[in-house]
């Protein structure tokens, strides 16, 4: 599931009134809980405290990732702020958190959270996208920001499929034991594009 189908509008704040790390988590949980993926705030926010009694979220490069699966959450989703001059929470690095997503999942989702957390974590890796989320001049921007975000990923992946797919129809032509069709239905290539290949490697 993409970032964006977790994240709504109205779980995202980019100019919160927070200045400490207990207002922090409590206004990301109101921000979830504002958007309707809570059934029980309470519950919910017990479950992202003791995740942070175990370790501090704040994975470093001025980013936090708290979150907490349990049965205060209705849906699975996320929420989002940004606190510009930066916030004291704990972090790893021991530098202030500019950058803030929390993660809710219900109780018996299964890896969920972990998995929204993965992929966030993936995203936030380059400084620019980082700087550019904290800049965003709106909440439309900032989700703009991460869609854009996540199709280059996907682009990205669908040339590493397709390579992968061109090396494996090589090999089976070089092999020389199966017809067009055959390779053309094994890899799921089109016919054509087999054809092409042989044509282009001269096989």
């Known amino acids: ?3 964006t189908e977790l994240l709504d509008i109205n ?27 809570l059934n029980d705030k309470e519950i ?12 501090t979220t704040g994975i470093g490069d001025g980013v936090a990732i708290p ?16 606190v510009k001059e930066g916030l004291d929470f704990k972090s790893l690095d021991g530098q202030p958190t500019y950058l803030f ?9 299964g890896g969920a959270h972990l998995q929204a957390l993965a992929q966030l974590s993936t995203l936030l890796m380059e400084e620019d996208f980082r700087n550019a989320l904290i800049n965003a001049s709106s909440k439309e921007e900032f989700l703009q920001l991460i869609d854009a975000k996540e199709n280059k990923k996907e682009e990205v992946k669908e ?13 089976m032509l070089k092999r020389g034991k199966s017809t067009l069709e055959e390779i053309a239905a094994d890899t799921q290539m089109p016919i054509e594009q087999v054809e092409r290949i042989k044509k282009e490697q001269q096989l």
């Not at 919910?44 to 370790?55: G, I």
């Open 1 to 3: 599931m993409r970032i």
């Open 11 to 37: 779980s995202i704040d980019l100019n919160p009134q927070v200045s400490n790390k207990e207002e922090a988590i409590n206004h990301l949980v109101d921000l979830l809980d504002q958007s309707g993926k």
């Open 44 to 55: 919910y926010k017990e479950s992202v405290l003791n995740r942070e009694a175990q370790s």
């Open 67 to 82: 979150h907490g699966q349990s049965e205060g959450v209705k849906t699975a989703g996320l929420s989002a702020m940004v």
């Open 101 to 109: 997503f929390m993660i809710g999942a219900p109780k018996d989702s």
């Open 159 to 171: 040339e590493i499929k397709t390579e992968t797919k061109e090396k494996i129809v090589i090999c």
